[in-house]
T-cell receptor, first 116, second 114 residues
């Protein structure tokens, strides 16, 4: 059974700091890994999706890496801003279901606070 | 335009009642999902439909019954609501029903059982 763990559970940093959020998963047979952002009272916004054959994806100040063999992913946020404050979730899609639907398994999230 | 929309946003009801949550997506996706987020914010998949066909059915009580009238809609009906059903229910959709495509989420339905 796939388990996804995110460390730390909460993080508070001053504005402008670079930071790294960690995600680990127990079963390396994944199809892809997705990072989401969740704002209070809102749904999830997809930030980055990394296919199992890829090592990293970048979007603006965000960079996500994937080391499938070790079961790890990191989300790097450069020059953090107060508007980055949210809960960040990672989720993995199992390889067995690549052709029809995707049973995303989520971590419990990292609650990020960026202080002005 | 809202890509994945759920109604209602809030639902407060008595234990034992039957209620439905509706979801619609205008992204042209062929796969839709229901997730449950509990009080500890942990998200877990409940169901998935691909082109109106049920393809994922997690260990969910029979009181929960999804219905997909077409590939743009996935509704969730819950019978005999219990206190433990209190949670946020999220609908999501993805393209082509393949694991390689990102899932898009609605804003959630906050269900509170009194």
């Amino acid at each position: 059974k796939q388990e996804v763990t995110q460390i730390p559970a909460a993080l508070s940093v001053p504005e402008g700091e670079n930071l790294v959020l960690n995600c680990s998963f127990t079963d390396s047979a994944i199809y892809n890994l997705q990072w989401f952002r969740q704002d209070p009272g809102k749904g999830l916004t997809s930030l980055l999706l990394i296919q199992s054959s890829q090592r990293e994806q970048t979007s603006g100040r965000l960079n996500a890496s994937l080391d499938k063999s070790s079961g790890r992913s990191t989300l790097y946020i450069a020059a953090s801003q107060p508007g980055d404050s949210a809960t960040y979730l990672c989720a993995v899609s199992p390889r067995a279901e690549e052709t029809s639907g995707s049973r995303l398994t989520f971590g419990e999230g990292t609650q990020l606070t960026v202080n002005p | 335009d809202t890509a994945v929309s759920q109604t209602p946003k809030y639902l407060v009801t008595q234990m034992g009642n039957d209620k439905s949550i509706k979801c619609e997506q205008n992204l042209g996706h062929d796969t839709m999902y229901w997730y449950k987020q509990d009080s500890k914010k942990f998200l877990k998949i409940m169901f998935s439909y691909n082109n109106k066909e049920l393809i994922i059915n997690e260990t969910v009580p029979n009181r929960f019954s999804p219905k997909s009238p077409d590939k743009a809609h996935l509704n969730l009906h819950i019978n005999s609501l219990e206190l433990g059903d209190s949670a946020v229910y999220f609908c999501a959709s993805s393209q082509y029903g393949r694991g390689g495509q990102p899932q898009h989420f609605g804003d959630g339905t906050r269900l509170s059982i009194l």
